[in-house]
C-alpha cells in the first residue's frame, strides 16, 4: 500500500500565498508521476499540475504563472506553491502519485491523498 499524506491548506485573503505538501510512503519501485488535482462544490476534479522525477512540468491554462510545482525525490515529498490565489481557486486540493508497485511483471497503480481545503475569501 502506498500512503499520501497531505497538508498545507487552509484560508487565505486574495492575492495571498499558500505551499501544500504531499508526502508518499509505503512499498513501491520508483514514483513516475506526482500531481496536483482539485474539485470545487459542484464541479469535476481537475488536474492543476503535473511533475515527473525527471522535472518536467505541466500546468492548467488557469494556474500556469502563479503555482509552481516541485518535488524533492529523495523524500518522496512534492509541493504545490500557489501565489496571487483567486476566489476561483477555492477548492479541495489532492494530491496524487503514478507508481510502479512491482518490477516482475511491472505493475503500475495511482493513489490519492485524503484531500485538503484551500478557501480564499476575504
Known amino acids: 500500500q502506498v500512503q499520501l499524506v497531505e497538508s498545507g491548506g487552509g484560508l487565505v485573503q486574495p492575492g495571498g500565498s499558500l505551499r501544500l505538501s504531499c508526502a508518499a510512503s509505503?512499498?513501491?519501485?520508483?514514483?513516475?508521476?506526482m500531481g496536483w488535482y482539485r474539485q470545487a462544490p459542484g464541479n469535476e476534479r481537475e488536474l492543476v499540475a503535473t511533475?515527473?522525477?525527471?522535472?518536467?512540468?505541466n500546468y492548467a491554462g488557469s494556474v500556469k504563472g502563479r503555482f509552481s510545482i516541485s518535488g524533492d525525490n529523495a523524500k518522496n515529498t512534492f509541493y504545490l506553491q500557489m501565489n496571487s490565489l483567486k476566489p476561483e481557486d477555492t477548492a479541495v486540493y489532492y494530491c496524487?502519485?503514478?507508481?510502479?508497485?512491482?518490477?516482475?511483471?511491472?505493475?503500475?497503480?495511482?493513489?490519492w491523498g485524503q484531500g485538503t481545503q484551500v478557501t480564499v475569501s476575504s
Open positions: 509505503g512499498t513501491f519501485v520508483r514514483i513516475n508521476n
Open positions: 511533475l515527473t522525477p525527471g522535472g518536467f512540468t
Open positions: 496524487s502519485v503514478n507508481v510502479q508497485k512491482t518490477s516482475f511483471p511491472a505493475t503500475y497503480f495511482r493513489y
